[in-house]
């Protein structure tokens, strides 16, 4: 099956949003005069970061306090421990819709003010905590390793969110209170599910393509970090749109960046990811603990078994043993890689009438890094 998010490139991510937030009749760069009484007294950069993430933890919608020091460049430290103290903190920084600041007083001193808008506020926060507790409480099991752990957040999320069509949904609350949100909720899920979990991830922000449209639009996934080495995972793209229940897309899970620049792209630096988890899997599977049944099983959810040579299919008499062995068992549908042309598939699958089946019905795409086909084919 090709799984395709039809309208995901419609987000719009926020991030690290800067606007002002303070009336119109405020010049952003004009310094006023106010009254900071009760205010604390910051005297450094990291005094001024720890400051306002408290500020946020807290969800204040403003923050005053006196800066004490040298204020010739007071302006960028202030949007500098602004994006630092959301770039600290992943959910934070997601969550914050809008900020600004300003400032008044001598050269040595000055009182600030700080205005803070939150797309989450802290009573949903501690909800989306106390859920997500439970939900791992649900779906984790003694004895899981990281592998099992985060096969089990990724289906939570793609069988119980669905993608947000409205594109007015995008937090970890939305998608856990109302069951849709675009890909900035679906990555902070991700994020804070596989963060609690006790695995360390990222939010990856930047842009993506569907490979039916080729229209490139922001987009918003995470990284995962097992074992010492990072793969990409996109929760969103691997939810079918329009959602289907009980169907799980794997095809973003777990890709390194050469796979997802196929159809994804970012700017900003990340950890490189460039372990293939195929072969990952494939160190794993020889070790022969045991996890190894549920590595085994996972190697064939992410149909890497197309990788081994004896998969691949090239003739019509090969496709037809393959495929005697599917009846005999009372199968109707055969997975499989095709070595050849869109035309001598087609042939090769017309072929399969003399063997007494009807209604034969398929899909094919690419199989990545190959020059071969992924094909399933269905019969009655």
């Avoid at 990222?202 to 996934?221: F, Y």
């Avoid at 072929?351 to 009807?358: C, I």
Wanted: glycine share 6%.
């Amino acid at each position: 099956m090709r799984w395709k998010r039809r309208s995901v490139a419609k987000v719009v991510l926020t991030g690290t949003l800067i606007a002002a937030v303070l009336p119109p009749s405020i010049d952003w760069e004009m310094v006023y005069a106010s009254t900071t009484s009760s205010a604390n007294v910051v005297r450094s950069d990291q005094e001024l970061q720890k400051t306002l993430l408290s500020a946020m933890n807290q969800r204040l919608s403003q923050v005053q306090f006196v800066y004490q020091g040298k204020t010739n460049q007071l302006k960028g430290q202030l949007k500098d421990a602004l994006e630092q103290a959301l770039e600290s903190d992943p959910y934070m920084n997601y969550t914050i819709e809008s900020y600004g600041y300003s400032y008044s007083g001598s050269t040595k001193s000055a009182n600030v003010s700080v205005q803070l808008s939150y797309r989450e506020t802290a009573a949903q926060t501690a909800y989306v905590s106390r859920r997500v507790q439970s939900i791992l409480g649900s779906i984790i099991k003694p004895g899981m390793n990281d592998h099992e752990k985060v096969k089990v957040i990724h289906d939570w999320i793609v069988l119980n969110l669905k993608y947000d069509e409205t594109l007015r949904k995008y937090t970890a609350y939305d998608g856990l209170s109302s069951g849709s949100t675009v890909c900035q909720g679906y990555s902070l899920l991700t994020y804070k599910m596989l963060k609690d979990a006790g695995i360390a991830n990222r939010i990856v922000e930047g842009t993506a393509a569907p490979r039916d449209t080729g229209i490139s639009q922001l987009h918003a996934w995470n990284l995962v970090l097992l074992d010492g080495k990072w793969y990409h995972l996109d929760t969103t793209w691997d939810d079918p749109a329009p959602d289907k229940a009980g169907e799980i897309g794997t095809g973003y899970y777990l890709r390194t960046d050469v796979q997802m620049k196929k159809d994804h792209s970012w700017t900003k630096s990340y950890p490189a990811a460039s372990t293939l988890y195929r072969n990952t899997l494939t160190k794993l599977i020889v070790q022969k603990d045991s996890h190894q049944g549920f590595y085994k099983k996972l190697e064939r959810a992410l149909e890497y078994q197309l990788y081994e040579p004896s998969e691949i299919v090239s003739s019509s008499s090969q496709l037809r043993t393959k495929v005697r062995g599917v009846i005999k068992e009372k199968g109707h549908s055969l997975l499989f890689r095709y070595h050849g042309g869109h035309e001598d598939l087609m042939d090769d699958l017309q072929d399969l009438y003399r063997l007494g089946v009807n209604s034969i019905s398929y899909v094919e795409s690419e199989l990545d890094e190959t020059n071969d086909l992924r094909v399933y084919v269905t019969w009655k």
